[in-house]
């Protein structure tokens, strides 16, 4: 049986894992958040000590790490690493910057790939993340370039640090996604960047459900079903 594949790609902030989580409900897909996966390596490659922006101290640890995808029972994605729930853990605002480092170096991106491919051919997925469109899934049904303001997307990671009792400057959070925008789209491994044939849709001035609108509008006209 063929399985459907959306690829959302896009900075960080812009809504993909929100909108691809509400999307992929409706839709009963599958939601693969990838950022999680490079997160969970950042994690665990800071937990032994070791300097996330270097090759050298990193790719050693990839053989240790045993990472897997579960799916609660409200659907969500769960991260397993060497058998701990690492779901909320990844989730520290200092993830993120490991999570970047690590996923600029090519081992680690090859180590992750065929994790991520393996899913899309036993599933109908829609999968979020900064290269799927144009390296894991090149052949995907849609692909949507989602993208935001930093100001709006600033104000966005703010709210949700704060919901989870973590103040942040609104200055602060701005610099950082600034800055990790530019490492994840100058990096020479997969960079961020907008496939060819991505639509682009831009959330700056929409809402949660008018977003989630026009990302069904579209897999509506594109996908027959
Ligand atoms: O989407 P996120 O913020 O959880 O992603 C964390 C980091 O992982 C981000 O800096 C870019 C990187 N990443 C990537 O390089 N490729 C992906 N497919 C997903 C995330």
Redesign the pocket.
């Known amino acids: 049986m063929s399985h459907y594949s959306i690829a959302i ?1 896009g900075p ?1 902030g812009a809504g ?2 929100t909108l691809a989580k509400a999307l992929a409900a409706r839709l009963g897909f599958l939601y693969v ?7 969970t390596v950042g994690l665990y490659v800071a937990r032994q000590g070791a300097d996330c922006g270097k090759e050298d101290e990193v790719l050693p640890h990839l053989p240790n790490i045993a990472l897997s995808l579960t799916y609660g029972e409200d659907g969500l994605q769960h991260m397993l690493l060497n058998g701990e729930d690492v779901t909320g853990a990844i989730r520290e605002n200092q993830v ?1 910057r490991w ?2 480092q690590v ?2 170096i090519p081992g680690v ?1 090859a180590f992750l790939l065929e994790m ?1 491919r393996d899913l899309a051919r036993r599933h109908s997925v829609i999968m ?5 469109g144009t390296v ?1 899934l090149p052949q995907a049904d849609l692909k949507i370039f989602l993208t935001a303001s930093v100001e709006q997307r600033a104000i966005r990671r703010c709210k949700e640090l704060e919901e989870k009792g973590q103040s942040v400057p609104l200055e602060t959070v701005k610099a950082e996604i600034a800055q ?1 925008d530019y ?2 789209s100058h990096r020479a491994a ?1 960079p ?1 960047r907008q496939a060819e044939d991505a639509v682009v849709v831009d959330t700056s001035q929409l809402n949660l459900e008018e977003s989630l609108e026009a990302l069904y509008t579209l897999v509506k006209e594109r996908l027959q079903l």
């Open positions: 790609d960080s993909k894992s958040d990838t950022g999680a996966i490079y997160r993120s999570a970047s996923s600029a991106r991520q979020d993340g900064r290269d799927i894991v990790r490492d994840d997969a961020l």
